[in-house]
């Protein structure tokens, strides 16, 4: 079946714009993450979402930071404001509840001028 | 708190020697999952393995192997005969029962098998 999908691939947009990173888990699977991996790093854990709520936004950097998920579906990561800073690979990962081996996507490579 | 420490950075063996990569982890938790994730160069992560901690069985799959010992909060990966199809960055993770599952990620070991 189908993996996890991000989009886009690759995103560049200059500094103090906004940005939308899109997610699409494994259909089925109820949680999902969002973790971000700086270069040469390993992964900071962003957000979990279950099902549809977010109970723990804990990772998120700054408020210039969210997400939203539709159902046990596709989930967006905004950006606002974007700082050099948030230069990095955005990854989605899924999995069939929590605490289970957590597949991820290809991630979207971020790049701030 | 909770923390995973890989302290090699960087790991270069020739092809067939035999390869382990440390994994040491701080947890509260008596009850918490361990991970290890491989991510070749094309960027995807790959699942390996989950332990959770009540199994301090050493498992074998193929020329993986994993030792996780509790008595000295290690999760250590072996490969057996490298190959170059292992040239990758290999994160160990931890997974504490209070978190949701969210994933503390060490900072990955870079193996790189020359033939």
């Known amino acids: 079946g189908a993996g996890v999908s991000q989009s886009p691939s690759n995103k560049v947009t200059e500094k103090g714009k906004d940005v939308e990173l899109r997610c699409d888990p494994i259909s089925g699977h109820t949680a999902l993450y969002w973790y971000r991996q700086r270069l040469g790093q390993g992964l900071e854990f962003l957000i979990y979402?279950?099902?549809?709520?977010?109970?723990?936004k804990s990772g998120l950097p700054s408020d210039r930071f969210s997400a939203e998920r539709t159902g046990e579906s596709v989930s967006t990561l905004t950006i606002q404001r974007t700082q050099q800073e948030d230069s990095a690979v955005y990854l989605c990962?899924?999995?069939?509840?929590?605490?289970?081996?957590?597949?991820f996507g290809p991630g979207t490579r971020l790049t701030v001028l | 708190a909770q923390k995973v420490t890989q302290a090699q950075t960087e790991i270069s063996v020739v092809e067939k020697e035999d390869v382990t990569l440390d994994c040491v982890y701080e947890?509260?938790?008596?009850?918490?999952?361990l991970f290890w994730y491989k991510q070749p160069p094309s960027g995807e992560l790959v699942f390996l393995i989950r332990?959770?901690?009540?199994?301090?069985q050493n498992e074998i799959s193929g020329r993986y192997s994993w030792n996780f010992q509790k008595s000295t909060s290690s999760f250590n990966f072996t490969i057996t005969a490298s190959q170059v199809v292992d040239s990758a960055v290999y994160f160990c993770a931890l997974s504490e029962l209070g978190s949701q599952g969210n994933l503390i990620f060490g900072k990955g070991t870079k193996l790189s098998v020359k033939p």
């Open positions: 979402f279950q099902g549809n709520s977010a109970p723990d």
């Open positions: 990962a899924s999995s069939f509840v929590g605490y289970n081996e957590q597949f």
């Open positions: 332990r959770n901690s009540f199994d301090e």
């Open positions: 947890t509260r938790d008596t009850t918490y999952y």
